[in-house]
């Protein structure tokens, strides 16, 4: 596995499990707020992964990866949401 790879996936792993947490722990009506919370949560522990991984060649390219993994796995949480909130 590449270290773009091995720095990205326990972030979106992350990223995914803590919304599906605040799917099932709050209210329908304040999920779409948790969701940017969760989100600015993530970009910050890709930060701490890149700094904990302590190699600066490809930093750029792995902080990239990272992030734009959590904007679509924060993208399809918040059209699931949708789609719950509707049928409740």
Do not use: K, N
Not at 54 to 75: E, F, H, P, Y
């Amino acid at each position: 596995m590449s270290r773009t790879l091995a720095t990205a996936i326990p972030v979106w792993g992350a990223t995914s499990t803590a919304l599906v947490v605040a799917i099932v722990a709050l209210p329908s009506e304040h999920w779409i707020g948790a969701t940017g919370v969760v989100a600015a949560s993530a970009v910050l522990l890709a930060f701490i992964v890149q700094v904990a991984f302590q190699r600066t060649d490809g930093v750029v390219r792995r902080l990239l990866a990272s992030v734009v993994g959590i904007v679509i796995v924060a993208a399809l949480a918040s059209g699931l949401m949708l789609i719950l909130a509707g049928l409740q």
